[in-house]
């Protein structure tokens, strides 16, 4: 059985959500953030103290675009994966790491000296020029998103997943609003998907009590 360590909405949400779409069978550790602090015991699982987490059997993924490729590949290869023959195997690679290697990375530096820093050590113009990158960085998704519906492959992969978990933390630093006119429609639709919605309601029921 899968296992998954998750804080909410934090990257893991990524894995979650694709658990959902491929409907396979998994356990939901979800631990109050940061696990370093809240859950000493999960060090010796993943000592850099991060989430996700992803186990499956003897197999650890620790990185959450690893982690989508991961499942992709061994449980979706038809559903959430593109296959290596494709030709869109490598657009496809490439969207799915670019959601967070190049996206979600200069947002998670701006929550962390925005919104998680003690009120001395915010830094607001940092924040604000990190979150005008990730505004032009965006620029390549809404020119592919004006042109289609999903971003690779023509149909919905984890390429739209990892993207999508950017898009969410935008909300967090209240520059949702500022999203692209195609980039935004996309979001909105990619909330009404079953597996969206499936996925916030597992991560709110296995929430450790507060
Ligand atoms: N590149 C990694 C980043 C993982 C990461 O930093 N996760 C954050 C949550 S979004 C975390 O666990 N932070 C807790 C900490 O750094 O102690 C990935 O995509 O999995």
Known sequence: MIELYH????RSFRCLWALEELAVPYTLHV???PPRATT?????KNPTGTVPLLMD???RVAE???ALEYLATKYGAATLGVSPDDDDYGDWLTWT????ATLTAPLAIALRYGAFASEAKRLPDVVE???GLFLDRLGVVEARLAEQDFLSAGRFTTADISVAYA???SRFLGIEQRLPPATGACWQRLQERPAYSAARKAQKAHAPAA
């Open 57 to 59: 059997g003897e197999v």
């Open 129 to 131: 020029d990190l979150c």
């Open 7 to 10: 804080c909410q909405d934090a």
């Open 97 to 100: 790491h670019y959601g967070e």
């Open 31 to 33: 631990m109050a953030f």
């Open 64 to 66: 959450s675009a690893a």
């Open 167 to 169: 898009l969410l933390l």
């Open 40 to 44: 000493p015991d999960y060090l010796s």
